[in-house]
């Protein structure tokens, strides 16, 4: 079936360094949504990204979608301690949204 | 207002109950789901309803049915709870039909313990 795969699975940051998730799919994607979900929480969806090459900026946030539509990324400028959560791509297989395993970030004070 | 609410929040049982989990959706959206996430953190879709009807089924145990009386209702009733059943059950909801390129809104979750 089909897989989205993210790495890495874990990431430590200290206060202020970058941080990058990357998303990859076997197959090509019809689109691809990234989610946040805090510890404890409920995954909040934070965007939706189509074209190929398709790159989207929110604030810190920066995500980018592969030329192929079979891999994007989140980058995060600057951690905040706000940022600490599990970060997850789903890609969309026909009907099917398929979430990848996250990638969980820790942000040192 | 609660977008998406799920009860109860927390269930704990014993192995071989049946147990019951509510969604409702105050969106006015058409499509719902529920998805399982284990202790790994792995998010799986199970159930997907459009307007009260079924389009996604992904390989479940029919222990597992899915009831939907209205399009901002979706229910998950579990016979036989077993061990592995122990999860975070999120149900969510999305405005069009197909769930093609929706946001979804997910449920605060509820917490599964068999025992």
């Known amino acids: 079936g089909q897989q989205v795969m993210q790495i890495p699975q874990y990431q430590h940051v200290q206060e202020g360094e970058d941080f990058t998730t990357y998303c990859n799919s076997s197959?090509?994607?019809?689109?691809i949504q990234w989610y946040k979900q805090r510890p404890g929480g409920h995954p909040v969806f934070l965007i939706q990204?189509?074209?190929?090459?398709e790159v989207k900026k929110q604030k810190r946030l920066t995500f980018q979608f592969g030329e192929a539509k079979k891999n994007s990324s989140l980058h995060i400028t600057a951690t905040q301690t706000t940022d600490v959560g599990t970060y997850f791509c789903?890609?969309?297989?026909?009907?099917?949204?398929?979430f990848g395993p996250g990638t969980r970030l820790s942000v040192l004070p | 207002d609660t977008a998406v609410s799920q009860t109860p929040k927390y269930l704990v049982t014993q192995m071989g109950n049946d147990k019951s989990i509510k969604c409702e959706q105050n969106?006015?959206?058409?499509?719902m789901y529920w998805y399982k996430q284990d202790s790994k953190k792995f998010l799986k879709i199970m159930f997907s309803?459009?307007?009260?009807?079924?389009?996604i089924n992904e390989t479940v145990p029919n222990r597992f049915s899915p009831k939907s009386p209205d399009k901002a209702h979706l229910n998950l009733h579990i016979n036989s709870l077993e061990l592995g059943d122990s999860a975070v059950y999120f149900c969510?909801?999305?405005?069009?039909?197909?769930?093609?390129?929706?946001?979804?809104?997910f449920g605060p979750g509820t917490r599964l313990t068999v025992l």
């Open positions: 990204l189509v074209k190929s090459g």
């Open positions: 969106l006015g959206h058409d499509t």
């Open positions: 969510a909801s999305s405005q069009g039909g197909g769930a093609a390129t929706d946001t979804q809104y």
């Open positions: 197959t090509t994607l019809s689109n």
């Open positions: 789903a890609g969309l297989y026909g009907l099917n949204f398929v």
């Open positions: 309803y459009n307007n009260k009807e079924l389009i």
